[in-house]
């Protein structure tokens, strides 16, 4: 079985050199153990904070060791009570393609007719980032102008569909016209494609003439203080992430308008997922019903076999993904 490890920390953008791939043999499961085949993995962004060493809400990744993160895989030999030969469970031993785990390791997957990588998308820690972000912390409320950063991303795509389906003018931007096609088809009112935009706060203020309720923050830098320019008072921020500083060699600049928060009274909050999780049956209770109704759409960026795991990574930076980046294993 491979496996990609973390050869050096990257600095900087990272490159295919920080990770190498390795062969190890799995051997027969012990006693309480099963051994999983990974059929999906996901690459996320997050993970690049792990790949430095410092102390943070998840620990960083050690040199010379597989990387973790999500996956879903079949079970292929069970030494484990209540997990079967052929049973779908999802995990956190992601950028490999077998493994053995203790039962408690793994949680059985029920797909409910959905494909099971939607577990890592849609269905999963990135769909559920989106619903945290705009019900709880943005507290969405009627009439609400929604402006989302990143939004043909894994999140940002649920982000713009839920506030449409919950009545929403949403104002998208992303970067290329075939990410602009991407959300006007899936109901966005407004898209900027910040790529081609010189002054984002002018696009922004000629989406939303009033200004906008909600922001919700992928990706820091320019957008935030486009956002904060734009916004109306009393509007309210979920800093859900600021992918554009994630591959910072410096402290990068502070949004140099952040003192517009003060007069016009605005909130800014940040959360991390996995504090919300209790919020998960309500997400996947309207997401099937949405789903169901035809009303959801969803894309996937996939890379086939775990070599090419890094590189599916990569692309998150460069913006080569559109909707949830996965890897197909096996
Ligand atoms: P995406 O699927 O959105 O992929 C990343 C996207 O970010 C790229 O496709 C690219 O889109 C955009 N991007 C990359 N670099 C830059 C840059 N320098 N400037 C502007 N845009 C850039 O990833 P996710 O949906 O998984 O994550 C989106 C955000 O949500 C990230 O900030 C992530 O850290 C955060 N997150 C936070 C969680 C939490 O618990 N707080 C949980 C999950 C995610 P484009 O081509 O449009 O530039």
């Known amino acids: 079985s491979r496996e990609i490890r973390l050869k050096s920390r990257p600095v900087g953008l990272p490159t295919a050199d920080n990770f190498e791939l390795a062969s190890v043999t799995v051997p027969a499961?012990?006693?309480?153990?099963?051994?999983?085949?990974?059929?999906?993995?996901?690459?996320?962004?997050?993970?690049?904070?792990?790949?430095?060493?410092?102390?943070?809400?998840?620990?960083?990744?050690?040199?010379?060791?597989?990387?973790?993160?999500?996956?879903?895989?079949?079970?292929?030999?069970?030494?484990?009570?209540?997990?079967?030969?052929?049973?779908?469970?999802?995990?956190?031993?992601?950028?490999?393609?077998?493994?053995?785990?203790?039962?408690?390791?793994?949680?059985k997957l029920d797909t409910h007719g959905l494909p099971p990588q939607a577990f890592l998308g849609v269905a999963g820690m990135p769909g559920l980032t989106a619903y945290v972000g705009l019900i709880k912390i943005a507290a969405l409320k009627p009439g609400d102008v929604v402006f989302v950063s990143a939004a043909a991303g894994a999140v940002g795509s649920v982000v713009c569909q839920i506030a449409k389906l919950k009545g929403h003018?949403?104002?998208?931007?992303?970067?290329?016209?075939?990410?602009?096609?991407?959300?006007?088809?899936?109901?966005?009112?407004?898209?900027?494609?910040?790529?081609?935009?010189?002054?984002?706060?002018?696009?922004?203020?000629?989406?939303?003439?009033?200004?906008?309720?909600v922001y919700f923050e992928n990706v820091g830098g320019e957008h935030l203080e486009a956002a904060l320019n734009v916004a109306k008072p009393f509007a309210r921020f979920a800093l859900c992430g600021m992918i554009s500083q994630y591959n910072a060699t410096e402290a990068p600049k502070g949004p140099s308008n952040i003192i517009l928060a003060v007069g016009k009274s605005l909130k800014l909050e940040g959360f991390i997922v996995s504090n919300h999780f209790d919020m998960a049956p309500a997400y996947l209770k309207e997401l099937s019903g949405w789903i169901q109704s035809g009303k959801f759409h969803w894309k996937e960026t996939v890379e086939n076999g775990?070599?090419?795991?890094?590189?599916?990574?990569?692309?998150?930076?460069?913006?080569?993904?559109?909707?949830?980046?996965?890897?197909?294993?096996?």
Request: hydrophobic share 45%.
């Open 29 to 107: 499961p012990g006693p309480g153990e099963v051994q999983v085949k990974n059929l999906w993995m996901t690459v996320d962004p997050y993970m690049r904070g792990r790949m430095m060493d410092r102390e943070s809400y998840v620990p960083p990744f050690q040199i010379g060791e597989a990387l973790q993160g999500g996956a879903v895989g079949e079970v292929v030999a069970s030494n484990a009570e209540g997990l079967k030969v052929g049973d779908l469970v999802s995990t956190m031993f992601g950028w490999r393609e077998a493994f053995n785990a203790p039962a408690g390791a793994v949680q």
């Open 169 to 213: 003018t949403v104002i998208g931007s992303a970067g290329g016209a075939d990410k602009v096609a991407f959300l006007k088809q899936i109901g966005v009112d407004h898209v900027i494609d910040y790529k081609a935009e010189k002054d984002l706060t002018a696009a922004l203020q000629r989406a939303a003439p009033q200004g906008i309720d």
């Open 306 to 330: 775990v070599e090419n795991a890094p590189k599916a990574f990569l692309k998150l930076f460069s913006g080569e993904n559109m909707g949830k980046m996965l890897v197909k294993l096996g």
